[in-house]
């Protein structure tokens, strides 16, 4: 028998393992990726996304990727995505059939390896869409997503005390989005880095209009980082209703 219709294997369930996916990505999406990529080694040819895999026992197991159907989360996870259909992420499912329990190298090892994958997966979908339009706006989901990836490196210098600090990020951003790599990060809900205010250069003179402090919208300087570079859109960096639409259609 061949893909679906082949006979339902005897050997009972000895591990299930459940990645929730990206809002960027759809269940049959990651489903062909993984088994493209980390599952090809184990594909069995005459049984549809069933996989087999020795473990370092020794011991044999089957493997199913699917992805996690409302009939299977139970009545009550039921009735609450009925009530929030738009906010249900979907999820894939990781089904170990075998005689022997399985080791840490499928619980833990090739689980880890899966997820990173998804991981993976899901930042790419992502860089496509900066990659399409520089003002492209992201989610505020996306952002927790990126700082999901591990602690931020921070690091601190001084600048002269004549030296206008506002002028001076002013200047540096410039510099950085020069570069063709890192651009300026939009996200459609505002204040998603909070507000605050920067100290100005001291006044020279009584009659200087410049305020000793200016408000500063640490968002007007947060930026992303991109592997491939953009090419600049002349449309949207031409009009503020060019960038608009460009944020928008990414």
Known sequence: AQGDDAPP???????????????????????LALQSSVLT????NNRRRYFVYKDTSSSIFY???EEVGKES?????????DEHEEDALPTL???VRGID??????????TDIIRARIHMLALDALSVLLR??????????DVEFLRGFGAPVKHSFRIAEDIDCYVFLLYLRQNIEGSGFFHKLYCEEPGWTGQGSIQTKPKKSVSDETPDRIPFRSEDFTFYYNYTRNILDAVSTLTHKGAALGRKAG
């Open 101 to 110: 329990e399985p080791t840490g190298s499928v619980k833990e090892q090739l």
């Open 9 to 31: 294997l005897s050997c009972g369930v000895k591990f299930k393992a459940e990645f929730t996916l990206n809002h960027r990505l759809n269940a049959e999406t990651a489903i």
């Open 63 to 65: 493997l199913k990727l």
């Open 41 to 44: 080694p184990f594909e069995i």
């Open 132 to 141: 399409g339009s520089a003002n492209f706006s992201v989610e505020k989901k």
């Open 93 to 95: 499912q990781l089904i």
């Open 73 to 81: 989360k139970g009545k009550e996870r039921q009735d609450k995505e």
